[in-house]
């Protein structure tokens, strides 16, 4: 078959792009996904009444576009959420950022990230080489010995001097110096950071939102594996179809993409590419627990580096008097019974649930693709990949397919804007 707009994966990136299309009366298109279902990691599950996304997912919108498209797709069915995030180390609990709560801290700790603090405030910086450079540059040596350190190697499985700072800026929340110092002695009076307040939908998980982008659109192919995509030829094997095109969205982890067409410079490029990946680990008990939303855990002693609570982000997530949780783990993390009982030791010994609780049931999450890695090469490697696949009629998008640190509302908004440039 031929089409104008051939749309790799219906995750939000695509369904956006197929949905923006029909809204302006496109209908040469195809949208293909392998799996049986739409949403990519924007998918909701339902078990034993149970609401469970692929461990958080929480809409954090910040621009007008993002919000007028969210509240015109969800209705009455969102809700305004207030972050309620700390950091557990030692055996101290830190309302998050870190950096803005020292108040929180021990003696001992709180006069090391104060000394830290003020060191860095007597140096001028060259610029950065990596993260480290930078959170030192920014916090000091107490902060970043504390937590950045070792909370960001549990996070991206690596150190943060083999990572670049060029993702932190809309992530890591960034007080001034002074603001830090002041938060040793009281906590601080404003929010700090993206997510201060999210957006969750009252029904139906964070899948409701990919369901009602999902609504409106006519050519999604479900259970359809891109194996191969030919830029020269403009073609690609979708599952059984052989599809010709004039342009191709792509949404699909960009090394992954790149590896399709078989082409020796785009392998090349894709082996420079790194990832992580995610397991993740959810249960329910039956006691009603005191709310909170998500919580850090950097030590190493701790084998999750966070957990957060699904049945605090709508009272829908789960039955009156069930908490449900999500647990984050490395990648490699063994799905075994034995992982589950030290994952249990460790949330009672943090106070999180109680030897005596009853655990209804559980079940483990992989997560293939999970974060970007931003190491020395990702930077030229993506922007030489996109480059030359732009010249080939190829428009990539998302947080997999521009192999970015990004979100589901720039997902959404990627998505019209590549609808908009089609037409
Ligand atoms: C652990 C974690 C937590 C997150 N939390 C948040 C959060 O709280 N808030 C937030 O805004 N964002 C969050 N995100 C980011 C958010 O999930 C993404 O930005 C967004 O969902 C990306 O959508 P996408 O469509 O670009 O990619 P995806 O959702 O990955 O969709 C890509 C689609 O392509 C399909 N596909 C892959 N290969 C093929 C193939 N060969 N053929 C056909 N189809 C294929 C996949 O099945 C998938 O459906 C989180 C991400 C992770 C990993």
Known sequence: MHVKTLILGAGLTGLSTAYHLEKQGQTDYLLVEKENAPGGLCKSQVLNGCTFDFSGHLLHLHTPEGKKLVKSLL??????????????????????PF????????????????????????????????????????????????????????????????????????????????????????????????????????????????????????????????????????TAQCGNIAVSFDYVVNTLPLPEFLRLTGEAEFSALANKLVHTQVRVYNFAVKRAVKPFSWIYFPDKEDPFYRIGLQSGFSPDNAP???????????????????????????????????????????FWQSLPYAYAVYDKHRASAVSQALKALAGCGCLCAGRYGKWEYSFMEKSLLEGLDLAKKLV
């Open 75 to 96: 209705g009455q069915n969102l809700r305004r959420v207030k972050r309620r995030a700390w950091i557990y180390t030692g055996s101290s609990r830190v309302p998050f």
């Open 99 to 234: 950096q803005a709560n020292l108040f929180a801290l021990p003696e001992k700790a709180r006069k090391r990230c104060l000394n830290g603090l003020l060191a860095c405030a007597r140096q001028t910086n060259p610029a950065p080489k990596n993260f480290k450079e930078w959170c030192l540059q920014s916090f000091g040596a107490g902060i970043y010995q504390i937590f950045m350190r070792p909370y960001n190697t549990k996070l991206w499985g690596r150190n943060p001097e083999e990572m670049t700072c060029d993702w932190c800026g809309p992530f890591v929340p960034l007080p001034s110096v002074e603001e830090a110092l002041k938060s040793a002695v009281r906590p601080p009076k404003k929010d700090y950071g993206y997510n201060a307040y999210f957006y969750y939908p009252a029904r139906g998980g964070c899948g409701a939102l990919a369901e009602a982008l999902a609504r409106p659109i006519t050519h999604l192919s479900l259970n359809t594996p891109v194996t191969r995509i030919d830029l020269i030829h403009k």
């Open 320 to 362: 009156q008097g069930i908490s449900t949780f999500y647990v984050e783990l490395p990648g490699n993390y063994p799905c075994t019974q034995q992982s589950e009982k030290r994952i249990w030791k460790a949330l009672v010994q943090k106070g999180i649930i109680e030897e005596s609780d009853d655990v209804l049931f559980s």
